[in-house]
């Protein structure tokens, strides 16, 4: 743990008695931290957030007016959807599912890649009452089912190609075509999808939706253990779209119905559901869809529909860092601002992006699926440029900095476990109370199981994690959904996962296994077993055979030591 810092007191006159017991123990604090509760405030003024009980995050997102004019845009076809027509198409979608019989409270899979039609079946679902949970579509079909079975799916959207492969889920299936995101919209024609977004907008039922009901259910892997289904509701997704994307964009003036964001992130992940999916289209941007990512049409795109902010994760950010050294220095002009999240980011690559692209502003941003992907967020100003920081608490967000050995609160500049609460947090986990309560206690607060610390000036900056996830291309990875398929061959009697850096991608998955005697296993043999049993991004990467497994005398993997043995390798 840090010491903590003595400072100046500037505001110190407006808190005079905080100011003396702080000066009481030779340390004088910022108005924002509370010395008593150890509580850190936004040093943002509080957002209003909607009162009325019955308000559902569709009819939030189109109850503000803008002038925008194209709402989402294909980055290859430029085929695109206006902004009049997103709400058309949303209610006539409304209208399909409750012709089909969905109903409020029924749960409706999204297993779609990105595309300009993944907001019109998120939004129509969601304005029905109905939940929505996504997965990821290079999800194997073993972890479709699991998902498909503990959310209790009634009905998936899917690429057309893989229908017949979930034909064994024994649920409605409405596929989407390939060619849906690159041709016209003729050749919509005479597929289920087409028959449900031509269904009369004004048929579309009216539920009552509290904000406090279910409104999506994603899945993470939190802080510990394995993947979860988190809960969230109307109003954390509310919150989300006030306290993130509308507040960042009243920061900036350059924000506006005129700006192009250009989304390469999933859909599917709480950060592009949160800000492509819903929030910047209650601002009027026009948002660029890359169905994949590609290189040469990230530039492409940039350069041909002039996009000004691009949100990435930290591989995106390297490979457009690379990518622009190697074009012309008229291209990517238009770029005012590129913002990263999901992943810790490290100094080099900051150091090239900003040495790169000096005239792009840069910011950084801290979230969770069970905050909503509400934290922080980066705001540079003229006098200070904080680019390692992931920025300041957001509005109507509280935090706590805790010893994670003596449960204690610690002040500015001392590293801790981060404790987040607010509007954004979770109901909680899905039929899973035990690991609800502790994720979140008693006292709404949110245990991230990341090691943070704050500066004087009230950003935050995130040093390690508690947790063992393994963080791969802005994926979550658990190692213990990895253990539990190794585990599952004959030939392995003991197996632990942990991370190896990789300065591409962030992290991969390397697994430790002890075989059994007279097993002619191979590390060949291991990664293939495992990959045909999870998505491309989970696969083991590399296979470390020992004769034993280091644990605790509870039998809890020592991963640290895995770690070092790791480290002794290479």
């Not at 000096?358 to 980066?378: H, L």
Request: net charge neutral.
């Amino acid at each position: 743990m840090a010491t903590p810092f003595l400072k100046t007191c500037a505001n110190a006159q407006n808190n005079p008695s905080e100011t003396q017991n702080a000066e009481a123990k030779g340390n004088c604090y910022p108005q924002w931290f509370s010395v008593e509760t150890g509580i850190y405030k936004s040093t943002h003024p509080s957002v209003h957030l909607p009162s009325d009980p019955f308000l559902d995050i569709v009819s939030f997102i189109f109850s503000h007016k803008h002038g925008g004019v194209s709402a989402l845009v294909d980055s290859q076809s430029a085929v695109s959807i206006s902004y009049p027509e997103l709400r058309s198409l949303v209610k006539s979608t409304a209208a399909g599912l409750h012709q089909m019989g969905v109903s409020q409270g029924d749960v409706v899979m999204i297993l779609l890649p990105n595309s300009i039609y993944f907001p019109v079946v998120l939004l129509g679902v969601l304005s029905v009452g109905a939940v929505v949970t996504t997965a990821n579509p290079l999800s194997s079909l073993v972890e479709i089912k699991k998902q498909v079975f503990e959310c209790n799916v009634s009905l998936v959207f899917t690429a057309l190609e893989t229908v017949d492969k979930l034909g064994t889920l024994g649920v409605q299936i409405i596929g989407l075509p390939e060619h849906l995101m690159f041709d016209s919209e003729t050749n919509l024609l005479d597929s289920a999808f087409h028959n449900l977004i031509s269904c009369d907008p004004k048929l579309a039922p009216k539920p009552r939706i509290k904000q406090q009901d279910t409104a999506v259910i994603l899945y993470s892997s939190g802080t510990t253990g394995n993947c979860k289904g988190v809960v969230l509701t109307h109003a954390n997704f509310i919150a989300t779209v006030e306290l993130f994307v509308r507040f960042e964009a009243s920061q900036y003036e350059h924000l506006s119905t005129e700006n192009v964001y250009l989304d390469v992130i999933p859909m599917f992940h709480v950060y592009g559901l949160s800000l492509f999916g819903m929030g910047l289209l209650s601002l009027g941007s026009t948002v660029v869809v890359m169905r994949k990512f590609n290189a040469d049409e990230m530039v492409s795109a940039i350069d041909r529909y002039g996009v000004t902010h691009f949100p990435v994760v930290p591989p995106l950010l390297m490979a457009l860092t690379r990518r622009a050294k190697g074009v012309a220095q008229r291209s990517m002009k238009s770029l005012k601002q590129v913002s990263c999240g999901a992943a810790p980011l490290n100094t080099k690559c900051i150091q090239d992006f900003v040495r790169t692209f000096p005239d792009v502003d840069f910011i950084q941003g801290y979230g969770m699926t069970e905050s909503t992907a509400v934290g922080t967020r980066g705001y540079n100003t003229e006098k200070l440029r904080n680019y390692s920081s992931v920025g300041l608490l957001s509005p109507n967000t509280e935090a706590k900095v805790v010893d994670w050995v003596t449960g204690s609160s610690l002040p500015p500049n001392s590293s801790g476990e981060l404790w987040l609460r607010g509007p954004s947090v979770m109901k909680g986990y899905l039929n899973n109370v035990e690991a609800t309560k502790s994720t979140v206690d008693d006292d709404g607060w949110l245990h991230t199981g990341d090691i943070v610390y704050f500066d004087q000036n009230g950003y935050l900056y995130v040093l390690d994690r508690l947790k063992e996830i393994i963080k791969y291309n802005g994926f979550q990875i658990a190692p213990a959904d990895l253990e539990a398929v190794l585990m599952s061959h004959p030939d392995i009697i003991d197996a632990a996962v942990t991370s190896a850096i990789n300065e591409e991608v962030g992290e991969i998955p390397v697994a430790f296994v002890v075989k059994r005697d007279g097993s002619t296993l191979s590390q060949a043999d291991v990664i293939d077993f495992v990959a045909k049993q999870v998505a491309p991004y989970k696969k083991v990467r590399k296979v470390i055979f020992r004769g034993s497994i280091p644990r605790s005398v509870a039998g809890k993997v020592l991963r640290k030591e895995l770690r070092n043995l790791l480290k002794s390798r290479m």
